[in-house]
C-alpha cells in the first residue's frame, strides 16, 4: 500500500524566504518524511497549482520547473529542483486507469509547479526521488476526485508516496485581513470538521466520503475556501489512502493549517 501525505504549502515561495510565519509549516514539513519507513520509489504529485478539463499526467523525463506566483524578490524565481519525471510509470499509471474507465491524458510539455517544488525542496531536498505529477480536473467535483483517489490507490507501485498539495484554509483575502474573533471562530471550526473527517475512527470510509459531498455546507467551510482546489488534493488522498489518517496542526500567515499523514 502507498504511502500517503497532504500538505498545505504555504503562501507561493514563502516558507524558502525565512518569513517568520511560515516557521512552524517549514519545520513540520522538513520532519514529515520522518513518517515512513523508507524513502519512497516515486512521489506522485497531486498539487492545486494545475487544473486541466479532465486529468493528465507528467510524462517529461526532466520537467522544468514553472515559476507560478508573482510579485516575489528574484531569488524565488532561482530555486531549482532537479527531480526527474518517471515517463515509463506515468504511461503505466493512465494504463491501468483507462481499464477502470477513468481517463488520464499524457501531457510531455508541463514541468512541475510550485505546489510540487515548495514542499519538496523541504521535505526531499535532494531532488533525487522520480516524481510523477498528476492535474485536477476542473470541475473541482468532490466525487469525481474521491474516485479517482479510489481508482488510483489500485494503479501505483507500493512503495510510492502520495502527496497531495494544497492548504487547508485558503482565503487569500482573510490571509491578509485582521484575523478578528469571527475569522478565527470559522478558521477554527472547519479545521475541527477536517480534523474529524480524516481522522475520527468512528466514522467508516463511505461515512467519511459522504461528509467530503458536503463539505461546503458545513461552519466555515465556504469561508476557508471560496473556491476549493486547495482542498481537493485532500479529497483524493483520503480516497487513496483507504483509511482514516492522523492530523498534523500548526499555524501559517496567521491562521490555523493542518497536514495530514495515512
Not at 48 to 77: K, M, Q, R, V
Not at 202 to 223: P, T, Y
Request: with cysteine; net charge negative; aromatic share 10%.
Amino acid at each position: 500500500m502507498s504511502h500517503v501525505a497532504f500538505v498545505s504549502h504555504g503562501g507561493g515561495p514563502m516558507p524558502l524566504l525565512g518569513d517568520p510565519s511560515h516557521a512552524e509549516l517549514v519545520s513540520t514539513l522538513k520532519a514529515l518524511p520522518q513518517q515512513f519507513p523508507k524513502q519512497p520509489s516515486v512521489i506522485i504529485m497531486i498539487s492545486a497549482h494545475w487544473e486541466t478539463s479532465g486529468f493528465e499526467i507528467t510524462t517529461a523525463e526532466n520537467p522544468d520547473l514553472i515559476y507560478d506566483y508573482y510579485g516575489f524578490p528574484d531569488e524565488s524565481y532561482q530555486f531549482q529542483y532537479p527531480a526527474p519525471g518517471a515517463p515509463k510509470l506515468a504511461r503505466d499509471i493512465a494504463d491501468k486507469m483507462e481499464a477502470k474507465s477513468t481517463h488520464i491524458g499524457l501531457n510531455e510539455k508541463r514541468g512541475f509547479d510550485h505546489g510540487m517544488f515548495i514542499p519538496l525542496m523541504l521535505m526531499y531536498p535532494e531532488a533525487n526521488i522520480p516524481v510523477v505529477q498528476i492535474s485536477l480536473a476542473s470541475s473541482l467535483s468532490p466525487d469525481q476526485h474521491w474516485m479517482l483517489g479510489e481508482q488510483l490507490a489500485e494503479a501505483l507501485p507500493e512503495d510510492a508516496l502520495v502527496i497531495g498539495s494544497g492548504f487547508s484554509f485558503h482565503n487569500m483575502r482573510a490571509f491578509f485581513a485582521p484575523k478578528t474573533p469571527q475569522v478565527k471562530h470559522d478558521v477554527h471550526a472547519f479545521q475541527t470538521w477536517l480534523d474529524e473527517t480524516v481522522t475520527s475512527s468512528h466514522l467508516d470510509l463511505n461515512e467519511a466520503k459522504q461528509r467530503w459531498l458536503h463539505w461546503s455546507e458545513v461552519e466555515g467551510g465556504r469561508f476557508c475556501h471560496p473556491r476549493e482546489e486547495h482542498l481537493i488534493p485532500l479529497i483524493v488522498c483520503h480516497a487513496l489512502a483507504q483509511k482514516q489518517g492522523r492530523s498534523i496542526a500548526f499555524s501559517a500567515l496567521g491562521v490555523e493549517a493542518r497536514h495530514f499523514v495515512w
